[in-house]
């Protein structure tokens, strides 16, 4: 069953042509652009790999620690919560599973689909790490006992709070993180920013299974503030990437330096 969905995709990427933005400024291939999209364009751009590098190494360090550290977040809480968690509150993980996604997941995602290119990616991700961030922390702090003695009025509270985590994760970062990689890069580099932060966000969920077993094993109320603290450093340093929203990609990469109308760089 796990192979369907692989072969899929091999099959339907034969059958997908190159973006017109690589066939211009990579290749310079008029005879593709012609083909594919109509267009009679040929402007294979010039500058060096390592001359964007050098003036983008800021941004992409940024971007891919946002990636990181929600990766390490997600799938730290994804992996244990529904037995370190749910299993205390009285459900089997299966339960405790399907009420988080199907009251909080699935419902953040579609919100986040209204919403990612209204309000933007930077206002998004930064307030949906600090609500995750808020989330945990009060969890971290109400309960630093651990779950004993739970009454129905508590156990609604937990997960509430793990729900509004959840919730604005995927409002915010479980949305917009995989975006930065592609939007804020030109486009003879847009390949290997997109292939780093992945990379960077794949090592996060990678640690997550080792550091998150040890911190449940210390405590909850230590793991959710540790959550915490790497959710807010989260939000932090995504104040200070730029909003790549209803903006041009050559514009916000800095690809163009002329100037933008209706959201076209000129």
């Given at each position: 069953m796990g192979a369907i969905p692989a072969l899929s995709v091999l099959l339907a990427r034969r059958r997908l042509p190159e973006t017109p933005r690589f066939l211009a400024l990579l290749k310079g291939d008029k005879e593709a652009m012609k083909r594919d999209y109509g267009l009679e364009v040929s402007i294979a751009d010039g500058t060096p790999i390592s001359t964007y590098m050098k003036r983008m190494m800021k941004?992409?360090?940024?971007?891919?620690?946002?990636?990181?550290?929600?990766?390490?977040?997600?799938?730290?809480?994804?992996?244990?919560?529904?037995t370190e968690i749910g299993e205390t509150l009285g459900f089997t993980p299966p339960e405790f599973s399907a009420i988080m996604y199907a009251s909080f997941t699935i419902p953040g995602a579609l919100v986040a689909m209204y919403l990612v290119d209204r309000t933007g990616r930077r206002i998004n991700q930064t307030l949906g790490f600090a609500i995750m961030g808020a989330s945990a922390l009060v969890l971290g702090t109400l309960f630093?006992?651990?779950?004993?003695?739970?009454?129905?009025?508590?156990?609604?509270?937990?997960?509430s709070l793990l729900g509004m985590e959840n919730f604005f994760s995927q409002i915010g970062?479980?949305?917009?993180?995989?975006?930065?990689?592609?939007?804020?890069?030109?486009?003879?580099?847009?390949?290997?920013?997109?292939?780093?932060?992945?990379?960077?966000?794949?090592?996060?969920?990678?640690?997550?299974?080792?550091?998150?077993?040890?911190?449940?094993s210390v405590g909850l109320s230590v793991t959710m503030i540790f959550t915490a603290i790497l959710s807010f450093i989260a939000a932090l340093i995504t104040l200070n990437l730029r909003e790549p929203a209803k903006r041009s990609l050559e514009v916000i990469s800095e690809e163009s330096r002329g100037e933008e109308k209706n959201g076209v760089s000129s």
């Open positions: 941004m992409l360090v940024l971007t891919s620690l946002t990636w990181f550290l929600f990766d390490v977040i997600a799938y730290g809480l994804g992996f244990f919560s529904p630093n006992e651990g779950f004993k003695s739970l009454d129905l009025t508590m156990v609604i509270i937990a997960l970062p479980g949305t917009a993180v995989g975006f930065w990689g592609v939007e804020l890069f030109p486009t003879k580099i847009r390949g290997l920013t997109q292939m780093i932060t992945v990379i960077a966000g794949r090592s996060g969920a990678i640690l997550s299974a080792f550091l998150y077993a040890y911190l449940f």
